[in-house]
């Protein structure tokens, strides 16, 4: 172990050494404008600092930093202002108009104008990766501070793929672009070396507040590799993990971040049958009896306690603590009740105490992915639970491309959350190609009856409360009185070891991934 850290410690030192030497903790808090943080190699952007390719706009939304986009969320989760000075719909929300400021300079002297945002938003919807910008018709610059978005569909949380999307300018925009971006953010990329480090530095001619921190140097690494980098003084803040948390080190304290990154299970809500040579749908959890005596069968506490040393909440939906959460979700912990719900509908115990109803056996396959040692803790605490309720349970580690064909007939361990309605769409919402929901065969038409109407509101917040009634409406839902398709257990805190005297601002909830998000304020980040 000691070589191995020895060996974790010259690799960090290289990498630093590459910014500028490897820094000493005297050294380091000498700089009181700079910082040095960690993220995970997977934060790495493979397509570069694009939107179109996911930087800023990807899976797990973040601010782009290089960029500047037209709002922001606040920290509340309510919308505000960057590029923007005011917005506008129309009644039928197909037409949304943006004024933006007339005082902001990309990095090479140029005007940002409408034509730019335009230019942005179209060439998203032609090229994007990752996001899906189909409802997006057509942008258009009416003048050079207005610009229009072209709907072919109403589409009401517009305003968070606004805070998210960084405007690129026409003229400086190629191929290559994500290589060397040009922005008009609060950062200028300075140096990207790839697999080890990107440096920023503060954009002297930012229009906003000018940045504390004048340097950002995010060295991308394994979460030992971190470990070592915080014990031996190299970098500012770490990433780290719940089975690191009670480590104590001279210099640097622990610092939590509360999340709507979530784990959970889906269970499929259909029977079983074949379809074009895969399995779709489970004849035990099929029974919506089966599924509510799962969810409140689970004891998320004590999973908080022992797989994440207490650093987590408990999940009960996969938007917790969103200003469109329905906290008709809470459940309370009842194993004894479970245990009558299943006996009531009908599945009794074996003579190996495993239950069976017509024929069917009581047992799941909970899949996990092979190379995250947190989802293989939970599902393996997961089947001891199910195992008390007379349910057999099994574990398996999987590759993707398993685990998407595999979740269809049995459960996945999951992570989500995003600062935006759509992850409830996604995951709940009838495709037309299926008939079923993407990630688990589920349907209900009361419930994308309610999602449509939400993303048809013209009002955002008044699209909340459809929101809401998409997953209980007192009759019908995704709750444990309706379909409970999908069973909720923690919401992961993201922590990090960052050095004694550096004043982290205050965060955002941060959404799915341990990366880009807790540098989304890095330029408020302060030395005492």
Same mark, same amino acid.
């Given at each position: 172990?000691?070589?191995r850290m020895l060996a974790l410690?010259?690799?960090v030192c290289?990498?630093?050494?590459?910014?500028?030497?490897?820094?000493s903790v005297s050294a380091a808090e000498e700089k009181k404008d700079e910082v040095i943080v960690t993220m995970p190699v997977t934060s790495e952007p493979e397509a570069g600092f694009d939107p179109a390719y996911g930087w800023g706009a990807g899976e797990h939304v973040h601010e782009p930093l290089i960029q500047s986009t037209l709002t922001i969320t606040n920290t509340d989760l309510s919308i505000g202002m960057d590029l923007a000075t005011d917005y506008s719909v129309s009644e039928d929300g197909l037409t949304w108009t943006v004024k933006i400021r007339d005082d902001v300079k990309f990095t090479d002297g140029e005007p940002l104008t409408a034509k730019d945002v335009a230019f942005t938003y179209n060439n998203c919807r032609d090229n994007s990766s990752v996001n899906d910008f189909s409802m997006l018709e057509e942008a258009v610059a009416t003048d050079d501070t207005t610009v229009e978005f072209h709907l072919n569909r109403a589409f009401s949380i517009w305003?968070?793929?606004? @805070?998210?999307?960084?405007?690129?300018?026409e003229h400086a925009y190629d191929e290559n672009y994500g290589q060397n971006p040009v922005g %008009? #953010? *609060?950062? &200028?990329?300075?140096?990207?070396?790839? #697999?080890?480090q990107v440096i920023f530095e503060a954009n002297p001619?930012?229009?906003?507040?000018?940045?504390?921190?004048?340097?950002?140097?995010?060295?991308?690494?394994?979460?030992?590799?971190?470990?070592?980098?915080?014990?031996?003084?190299?970098?500012?803040?770490?990433?780290?993990? @719940?089975?690191?948390?009670?480590?104590?080190?001279?210099?640097?304290?622990l610092f939590n971040v509360v999340t709507v990154d979530n784990r959970g299970l889906n269970l499929p809500a259909a029977p079983a049958e074949e379809k074009d040579g895969v399995v779709v749908g489970n004849d035990f959890t099929s029974d919506v009896n089966v599924r509510r005596a799962i969810n409140i069968g689970i004891d998320r506490d004590e999973m908080i306690e022992n797989v994440l040393n207490g650093y987590g909440t408990p999940a009960y939906s996969v938007c917790d603590k969103m200003p469109w959460y329905n906290d008709e979700a809470v459940t309370e912990y009842d194993p004894e009740e479970a245990v009558k719900i299943l006996e009531d509908a009908g599945w009794k115990?074996?003579?190996?105490?495993? *239950?069976?109803?017509?024929?069917? *056996? @009581?047992?799941?396959?909970?899949?996990?992915?092979?190379?995250?040692?947190? *989802?293989?803790?939970?599902?393996?605490?997961?089947?001891?639970?199910?195992?008390?309720? #007379? &349910?057999?349970?099994?574990?398996?580690?999987?590759?993707?491309?398993?685990?998407? %064909?595999g979740a269809l007939s049995q459960p996945l361990m999951w992570g989500w959350g995003a600062h935006t309605p759509m992850e409830l769409y996604n995951i709940y919402h009838t495709m037309k190609e299926t008939g079923t929901a993407e990630y688990s065969p589920y349907a209900n038409e009361t419930v994308d009856k309610y999602m449509d109407e939400a993303l048809m509101c013209s009002d955002l917040e008044e699209s909340y409360d459809l929101w809401k009634k998409a997953q209980w409406d007192g009759e019908s839902g995704i709750t444990q009185e309706g379909d409970i398709p999908w069973i909720w257990l923690c919401n992961v805190d993201h922590l990090y070891f960052v050095r004694?005297?550096?004043? &982290?601002?205050?965060?955002?909830?941060?959404?799915?991934g341990h990366g880009w998000s807790i540098v989304n304020n890095v330029d408020q980040w302060s030395w005492e």
């Open positions: 172990m000691k070589k410690f010259s690799a290289l990498t630093v050494s590459m910014a500028g030497g490897c820094i305003p968070y793929t606004m @805070a998210v999307v960084g405007i690129v300018p %008009s #953010g *609060r950062y &200028i990329m300075k140096q990207w070396d790839k #697999g080890q001619d930012y229009y906003g507040e000018e940045p504390s921190m004048k340097k950002v140097t995010v060295l991308f690494m394994e979460e030992d590799a971190a470990l070592a980098a915080a014990q031996s003084g190299t970098v500012d803040v770490a990433h780290t993990a @719940a089975s690191y948390s009670d480590m104590e080190f001279d210099g640097y304290s115990a074996g003579d190996d105490g495993i *239950r069976e109803k017509d024929g069917v *056996r @009581a047992e799941l396959n909970i899949l996990y992915p092979a190379s995250d040692s947190v *989802r293989q803790a939970l599902a393996e605490d997961t089947k001891n639970q199910l195992t008390e309720l #007379g &349910i057999a349970a099994s574990t398996e580690g999987v590759d993707w491309d398993t685990a998407y %064909s004694d005297g550096l004043k &982290i601002a205050e965060q955002k909830i941060h959404p799915h």
